[in-house]
């Protein structure tokens, strides 16, 4: 199980490969992503200042997906593909989404993702 935080919000990768959040104060969840089919998702994060939620995700031993959940349609938007022995994580910082790899690093604006 994967796990991300913002504020008092919890969110988590479910067995059914939903994203689902919950905020212990209040006791209330729901799902943000249903049963994603487009691979299983492996990483999540939040990023902290639009709250925007991304996802790395792969539907075979050999490629990585890294996508954006456009909450509004329901969607996940591609934003970059690696090979999985490549591909080591996403960090944010200061307004850019850089995916990590072995090699060196690709680095993204979030507000051109996030529109």
């Known amino acids: 199980m994967n796990l991300a935080t913002f504020g008092y919000d919890l969110y988590f990768i479910t067995d059914k490969n939903s994203i689902i959040t919950y905020n212990p104060l209040t006791k209330m969840g729901e799902i943000i992503l249903k049963e994603f089919d487009h691979g299983r998702i492996k990483n999540l994060a939040i990023e902290p200042y639009t709250k925007s939620i991304f996802i790395s995700f792969t539907n075979n031993d050999q490629d990585m997906s890294i996508g954006y ?6 969607v996940v938007k591609v ?3 690696e090979k999985v022995s490549d591909f080591l994580g996403i960090l944010f910082n200061k ?6 790899k072995k090699d060196g690093y690709k680095v993204f604006s979030i507000l051109d993702i996030v529109k």
């Open 69 to 74: 959940v456009d909450l509004k349609e329901q």
């Open 79 to 81: 934003i970059d593909n």
């Open 95 to 100: 307004g850019f989404l850089c995916v990590i």
